[in-house]
């Protein structure tokens, strides 16, 4: 999962994209990077680490210009080194022609990567950002194409999820893939200017007014001369499929609380969630509802209210450590459960409580949080995972590369409820969660707990 943000036309473009990069922080912690134009040269900037630890003044100041696009990384192809960083540069003789950030995966990659290196064209990283920019430049210069008939040449043959900004010296395109994965957004800056980033709440911070989502299949141009939004045919792009399909797991946990997407607002979704949640457990008798904070707290809220009992922070989040499950490794994952969470004892001793949080992946993280709510005198924890249990891989974005690490796949729920040492264990049904996020025309995808994948899996097994 990664997260982009471009700004067209803003006298503190560099600015105003590292605030929208810090806005979306949720979204990737390994790297981060910044491109910025002046009309006549493309900068670049690219680091490991945090954006308030990457992006600093000192970095900034010395790329001027009015147009800007950044990223931030959570990897899921290519090592976590800085080649793999975003954004992507293509140059020439004459300099930097374009720049590109992109939040999502690909599952053509490899067959794509081959076409193309047979034309000649090289790469210097594994990662799908790359991927598409070249792509682009090779149609561009290579075979005559305009950027538009580029990029609607990318949306026919490359496969998966893709969010995309690309910018020019002068010039810049935001698209979407046909399916809208992941999520994706616009709005007017202050001065006229336009903005694009992965979530809304980005462009709330830049006090943007017009907000509206980049349709799947389309592509934004701004220029000199305004805003041309290019319609194409998501029908035939989709191989005949009506419906987009995005990624249901972004309101469950990836996106913030306080956007809006696929036109649904995140933090009523999750409240609903819990309100479903808590229809499952009328003859259940509990003291106190807790949350797995943060992604879990309005989950939790829901089922409080829904149920007529408290909702406490029983369990609170040291919030300079970075989400469990995007860290890249087990080891990561599970040294970070320990410095993240605390229990509140005068909260739980003694009380029964409802904890909520919005999946179980692996099962590690929350062994470890049930362990904790024991030692701080719990006398029984109810467990309700707002998704279904996750069976399958995701390969649109998500880091679940094989079946086998998914629990759901090796233990029932009744072994698991053991195994996680809580009282009962309960998941939302997946047709409930279709409801929650307003899923009237099966416009989601499900695939990680169904195995209903919409899109091509070519590259992948």
């Known amino acids: 999962m990664c997260g982009v943000v471009g700004v067209y036309n803003s006298e503190n473009a560099v600015y105003d994209v590292m605030l929208g990069l810090f806005a979306i922080q949720n979204r990737g912690q390994e790297s981060c990077g910044i491109a910025a134009s002046d009309g006549t040269e493309i900068q670049n900037y690219r680091g490991m680490g945090l954006v308030k630890d990457v992006l600093v003044p000192k970095v900034l100041n010395t790329m001027p210009g009015k147009l800007s696009i950044g990223h931030v990384r959570y990897p899921t192809r290519g090592s976590d080194n800085v080649s793999n960083s975003q954004p992507h540069l293509v140059e020439s003789l004459e300099g930097t022609l374009f720049s590109l950030a992109s939040n999502g995966d690909l599952t053509n990659y490899q067959t794509i990567a081959v076409e193309m290196l047979n034309q000649g064209v090289r790469f210097k990283s594994g990662n799908d950002g790359e991927l598409l920019l070249r792509y682009i430049v090779w149609k561009h210069l290579r075979e005559g194409m305009s950027i538009v008939e580029a990029i609607r040449s990318l949306m026919f043959n490359i496969k998966g999820a893709f969010s995309t900004v690309l910018m020019g010296k002068d010039e810049m395109w935001a698209f979407r893939d046909p399916y809208g994965v992941r999520p994706y957004s616009f709005g007017k800056l202050e001065n006229g200017g336009y903005a694009f980033a992965s979530e809304s709440k980005a462009l709330d911070l830049l006090r943007c007014s017009e907000i509206e989502e980049v349709e799947p299949g389309e592509i934004i141009h701004v220029f000199k001369g305004g805003i041309e939004r290019i319609k194409n045919d998501v029908v035939k792009m989709r191989n005949g499929r009506k419906s987009c399909s995005h990624c249901v797991f972004e309101p469950v946990y990836f996106s913030m609380p306080d956007s809006n997407e696929y036109g649904i607002s995140v933090y009523e979704a999750r409240k609903e969630m819990g309100r479903k949640l808590a229809s499952y457990d009328e003859d259940l008798d509990i003291d106190v509802v807790v949350s797995v904070p943060d992604s879990s707290n309005m989950q939790a809220m829901g089922y409080a209210e829904a149920k007529g009992v408290p909702f406490e922070m029983g369990l609170i989040r040291n919030h300079y450590v970075g989400r469990t499950f995007i860290k890249p490794d087990q080891a990561g994952r599970d040294e970070s459960v320990k410095q993240k969470f605390n229990p509140v004892k005068s909260v739980l ?110 590259d992948v097994s």
């Open 349 to 458: 001793e003694g009380k029964r409580i409802v904890l909520i949080d919005d999946s179980i992946v692996r099962g590690t993280t929350m062994r470890k949080i049930a362990g904790m709510l024991r030692s701080a005198g719990v006398e029984e924890i109810h467990l309700r995972i707002a998704s279904p249990q996750v069976k399958y891989s995701c390969f649109y974005g998500l880091d679940t590369p094989t079946r086998i690490e998914l629990v759901a796949n090796t233990m029932s729920v009744e072994d698991l409820k053991k195994h996680l040492r809580v009282d009962s264990l309960k998941y939302i049904e997946q047709k409930d969660l279709s409801d929650s996020v307003n899923n009237t025309d099966d416009r989601f995808c499900f695939a990680c707990f169904d195995g209903n994948y919409p899109i091509e899996l070519i």
